[in-house]
């Protein structure tokens, strides 16, 4: 009998000591407070540090240059002024000091070492972030032969980091180049790494990568009137595919082995699908009144986008990739033209060239699901003839201003990669790297 | 009579200690339920959670036709500072010109003066400024508000001030389903203390912007002497009415 205060005395005690101790200044955990409810935060990129890389001082030098190139063009972060870090920072080698980098406003650091050894070139890369502690959330070493391709890689990790997507550096551009050699090109999306793949010496435009990037189909006007080409994409002697009487032009590839083509041999302007390999005709696919161009496949190659002006002012159109079924898709602005397919099929998107009220060329989205047209860019000067990056995120454009730019579609963060003059870009497939 | 009293008051037997040892548990039972909901159950509320629910203004303007292609609506520009008093340090500068003499007209007759300065009378009385307080808010919408949303209003403001979420990290259509409820403490000298995550939004980038909104805001106004010693902010990307 006497143990049964005790223990009740022993709960007693337990039950209490259980209690967690509260601040005078606190409110209790289960204390109902008024709630604030704020929203539409502020909009700004991320803020990243990118120390000088150390290591090989040429090599360094050289990693660092393509790193702060690379994460500027993606248009996901603001590149930190490296001049704004103390001097104990840049001496910090890959180390990492969580408070002394918020100091100087970062959120984020990225950081590489670049060697040369017997085995070639190595990049270690070690991505920190403000908040996750002092370890880095990201630690990757590469090695090859030249630094470029692997700071790319470092950088699409450091991306997938981010957005777990990888980024697609490595990947190539093709356009037409204006002025005194108007030949056919390809650049590397950092700008970097131009090549000239034609030696047609005529006008050649409406140049096209094939899937594998191996191939550009093109127009060329060698021979006097509109023509489709075919020309390896390291370069070399272009072969023909279309010299049909009347237009042979602006082609896009279906396939590895078909393109899709604007001709006009039977009297008006359609569609047709030709053979990549010989250009022999595969079917017909509009057989429209109007001028029927631009096409574009969706991914997967089901459908096909393209401009038509069958009923008066040119405008984008979707139809099956096997003909027939097309349907209007804009009904705003009165010249729309280049649609191009976003090659994403979790993304079904179309980017186009739209002329607003102001008779200037922008670039616009318009989402299938929705129906819902978008402005990409708003000046200056007039932007036109959209292509998508692999993971259309970005999406490379010309532009009256000169040159080939870069936009990210959500930040609107805007990148001119190349100067020179330059029309019509089509993106490549993403690097083998990308998954 | 006597074996009754007896039976009634003979020691407990073993049968008889089941039953007290019964009796007992279901005391401590009781006891233990009784602290237990002490501690857990919460009080009722004093007063209801207040929720304060931004309003968004639609622009002055013409719509546009909906034939045309979409404009990026740029937010509007910050209004120009009051002019000043342009003041030079040079001693001999000319004296500024002297505002010209208004004109009176000789021949108006003292009814058209009269009528004349009852418009301008009217005029004026329908440009009064509108009531408020010298410490309102531009954006101000009532003439008087209560003590408690004044605070909250105060708290609201500075730390949305301080918020950003790293764009392109959260895209707008994650952002307009994210939402994160943080508790935080008030002090009497309005240090912000104690943050505690009460429900995540599941994205890191937006929760590390919420924390960060309140760790750089560090400090509001000292609250008022019925202030309940903290607020649960809930942070929302883009969420215009509940």
Same mark, same amino acid.
């Given at each position: ?13 337990? @039950? ?14 289960? /204390? ?17 540090? &990118? ?15 393509? /790193? ?7 248009? &996901?972060?603001?590149?930190?002024n490296p001049e704004s870090f103390p /001097? ?11 408070? !002394? ?36 959330? &990201? ?50 999306? =950092? ?78 302007? =359609? !569609?047709?699908? @030709? ?42 159109? !979707?139809m099956s990739s096997s003909g027939g ?83 990210? @579609? ?26 | ?6 039976? #009634?008051? #003979? ?54 036709? +909906? ?31 002297? $505002? ?7 021949? %108006?007759? *003292? $009814?058209?003066? #009269? ?15 509108? $009531? ?17 949303? $004044? ?25 307009? +389903? %994210? ?12 240090? %912000? +203390? ?20 309140? *760790? ?12 309940? #010693? ?9 969420e215009l009415a509940r």
């Amino acid at each position: 009998m006497k143990t049964y205060p005790c223990i009740c005395g022993l709960l007693f005690v337990a @039950l209490a000591s259980s209690r967690p101790a509260q601040a005078a200044d606190q409110p209790e955990e289960t /204390e109902v407070l008024p709630q604030i409810t704020i929203t539409d935060p502020n909009r700004d990129l991320f803020r990243l540090a &990118l120390p000088s890389a150390v290591g090989d001082a040429a090599l360094a030098a050289a990693a660092t240059d393509v /790193e702060r190139r690379d994460l500027d063009i993606v248009g &996901l972060f603001r590149v930190l002024n490296p001049e704004s870090f103390p /001097e104990s920072l840049v001496k910090e080698g890959l180390g990492f000091s969580s408070d !002394l980098w918020s100091q100087v406003g970062a959120q984020g650091v990225a950081k590489l070492r670049a060697t040369r050894d017997a085995g070639g070139v190595a990049i270690e890369g070690r991505l920190y972030q403000i908040g996750q502690g002092e370890a880095p959330v &990201l630690s990757k070493t590469y090695r090859g032969g030249e630094v470029r391709p692997l700071v790319h890689m470092w950088v699409n990790d450091v991306i997938a980091q981010f957005t777990g997507t990888r980024g697609v550096f490595g990947s190539r551009i093709a356009f037409a180049m204006t002025g005194r050699s108007p030949e056919v090109a390809t650049i590397g999306m =950092d700008g970097q790494e131009m090549k000239v793949v034609t030696r047609m010496k005529s006008q050649c435009l409406l140049p096209a990568l094939s899937p594998s990037g191996g191939q550009i189909a093109f127009n060329s006007y060698l021979r006097g009137g509109a023509d489709l080409w075919v020309v390896s994409a390291g370069g070399g002697r272009a072969r023909h595919i279309s010299t049909r009487p009347g237009l042979n032009t602006g082609p896009a590839w279906l396939s590895g082995s078909t393109l899709v083509a604007t001709l006009s041999y039977q009297g008006n302007a =359609d !569609l047709y699908k @030709l053979s990549a390999s010989d250009g022999k005709v595969l079917a017909r696919l509009t057989n429209s009144p109007g001028i029927d161009t631009s096409a574009s496949p969706s991914p997967g190659g089901g459908q096909i986008a393209f401009v038509s002006d069958r009923q008066g002012t040119p405008q984008i159109y !979707l139809m099956s990739s096997s003909g027939g079924g097309a349907r209007r898709l804009t009904y705003q602005g009165n010249y729309n033209q280049t649609p191009r397919f976003c090659q994403r099929k979790d993304m079904p998107l179309i980017a186009f060239t739209g002329r607003d009220e102001r008779l200037v060329f922008d670039i616009f989205t318009y989402d299938l699901r929705t129906g819902k047209i978008d402005r990409v860019t708003q000046g200056p000067g007039s932007n036109l003839d959209p292509s998508w990056s692999p993971d259309c995120r970005l999406i490379v454009y010309t532009s009256s201003r000169g040159g080939l730019y870069i936009m990210n @579609l959500q930040t609107h963060k805007e990148f001119r990669i190349y100067k020179g003059g330059a029309k019509n870009p089509s993106w490549g497939p993403p690097p083998d790297d990308f998954k | 009579m006597g074996a009754a009293v007896q039976n #009634r008051i #003979r020691p407990l037997g073993r049968g008889s200690s089941l039953g007290g040892l019964a009796a007992t548990l279901a005391i401590h039972a009781s006891l233990i339920a009784l602290i237990y909901f002490a501690h857990v159950k919460s009080p009722p509320p004093l007063e209801n959670p207040r929720d304060m629910i931004v309003t968004q203004l639609v622009a002055l303007g013409k719509p546009r036709d +909906k034939f045309w292609l979409p404009r990026i609506v740029q937010p509007p520009r910050p209004k120009a500072p009051p002019p000043t008093l342009n003041l030079t340090e040079d001693p001999n500068a000319a004296p500024a010109p002297k $505002e010209a003499p208004k004109i009176e007209d000789a021949d %108006l007759s *003292k $009814e058209m003066k #009269r009528a004349l300065r009852r418009a301008q009378m009217l005029a004026q009385a329908t440009e009064e400024p509108a $009531e408020g307080s010298l410490t309102g808010s531009e954006d101000g919408t009532s003439s008087h508000g209560s003590v408690g949303d $004044e605070y909250a209003t105060a708290v609201y403001t500075a730390i949305r001030r301080n918020w950003v979420t790293p764009t392109g990290l959260v895209t707008d259509a994650e952002l307009a +389903k %994210l939402v994160m409820v943080m508790r935080i403490s008030i002090d009497v000298d309005g240090n %912000l +203390k104690n943050p505690v995550v009460k429900q995540s939004s599941g994205n890191g980038f937006f929760d590390d912007s919420c924390l960060q909104a309140v *760790k750089a805001t560090a400090k509001v106004p000292p609250p008022p002497p019925s202030f309940k #010693r903290g607020f649960n902010l809930r942070f929302a990307g883009q969420e215009l009415a509940r």
